[in-house]
C-alpha cells in the first residue's frame, strides 16, 4: 500500500561527510526496494535497489541497508558531494504488485 | 539519460480540454508505467503497461485513460481537465513486470489555467 515514508523532510549535510537518509516502511509483504534521486526539473534516477533476501547492497558511494525486523531501509551515501543535492525518495513493491508506492522523499542539500 | 523518453516537455491548455502525453520506453523494456507528482501528492502511481496490454491500475481517474501500442510506446490521456489535473507526468519502463527496477523518463509538465 501507500505505506512508504522518510523520517526526515530534510537533511543538510557537509561536503565530504556521510549522509544517511532513513525510510520506514509499513507493509511486511514487501520484498523489493528501490532508492531514487530526483533533481529539480528532472525525472527521477534510480540508485540502488536491493530485495528482501538481502540486508546490505553496496553500490558506488552508496550502500542500502534493510532491516526486516523493523522494516526500515536506510540509503547511505559516502563522501556527500554537491552534485548529491536532490530529493530522494525509497519506493517499495509487494509480490506481483506492478507498482512501487513511494515515500514523500528527503530533501539533500548538501553545505560548501 | 535513462533511455526513456516523454514528449511533449511543457504543455499548458485550458480546464475542459483534452491532451495526449507520449512515453518511448528504453529499447527492450516491455513495461511502461505513469505516474503523477504534484507538490502535496508526491509520486502516484496511475497506471501500468506490459507488452501492450493493462496489467494494473492506481488512483487514475475515469477522465485519463492509457494505451501501449504493438511498437511499445504509450499514451496518456487526460481529458475534461480540472486544474488540480496540474502536475509532472512520467513514464516509466522496465525489462518486465513486479520486482524490477524502473527508469523514468524526464516528465510532461501540465499546466492547466
Known amino acids: 500500500g501507500e505505506s512508504v515514508g522518510l523520517h526526515l523532510p530534510t537533511l543538510s549535510v557537509q561536503e565530504g561527510d556521510n549522509s544517511i537518509i532513513n525510510c520506514a516502511y509499513s507493509n511486511s509483504a514487501s520484498d523489493y526496494f528501490i532508492w531514487y534521486k530526483q533533481e529539480s526539473g528532472k525525472g527521477p534516477q534510480f540508485i540502488i535497489d536491493i530485495r528482501s533476501n538481502m540486508d546490505k547492497r553496496q553500490g558506488q558511494r552508496v550502500t542500502v541497508l534493510l532491516n526486516k525486523t523493523v522494516k526500515h531501509l536506510s540509503l547511505q551515501i559516502a563522501a556527500t558531494q554537491p552534485g548529491d543535492s536532490a530529493v530522494y525518495f525509497c519506493?517499495?513493491?509487494?509480490?506481483?504488485?506492478?507498482?512501487?508506492?513511494f515515500g514523500a522523499g528527503t530533501t539533500v542539500t548538501v553545505r560548501a | 539519460d535513462s533511455g526513456v523518453t516523454q514528449t511533449p516537455k511543457h504543455l499548458i491548455t485550458a480546464t475542459g480540454q483534452r491532451v495526449t502525453l507520449r512515453c518511448s520506453p528504453r529499447s527492450g523494456d516491455l513495461s511502461v508505467y505513469w505516474y503523477q507528482q504534484s507538490l502535496d501528492q508526491g509520486l502516484q502511481f496511475l497506471i501500468q503497461?506490459?507488452?501492450?496490454?493493462?496489467?494494473a491500475k492506481g488512483n487514475i481517474l475515469e477522465r485519463f485513460s492509457a494505451q501501449q501500442f504493438p511498437d511499445l510506446h504509450s499514451e496518456l490521456n487526460l481529458s475534461s481537465l480540472e486544474l488540480g489535473d496540474s502536475a509532472l507526468y512520467f513514464c516509466?519502463?522496465?525489462?518486465?513486470?513486479?520486482?524490477?527496477?524502473?527508469?523514468f523518463g524526464p516528465g510532461t509538465r501540465l499546466t492547466v489555467t
Open positions: 516509466a519502463s522496465s525489462v518486465a513486470g513486479a520486482g524490477y527496477e524502473q527508469y
Open positions: 519506493a517499495e513493491n509487494t509480490p506481483y504488485d506492478y507498482k512501487l508506492s
Open positions: 503497461y506490459y507488452n501492450g496490454e493493462e496489467r
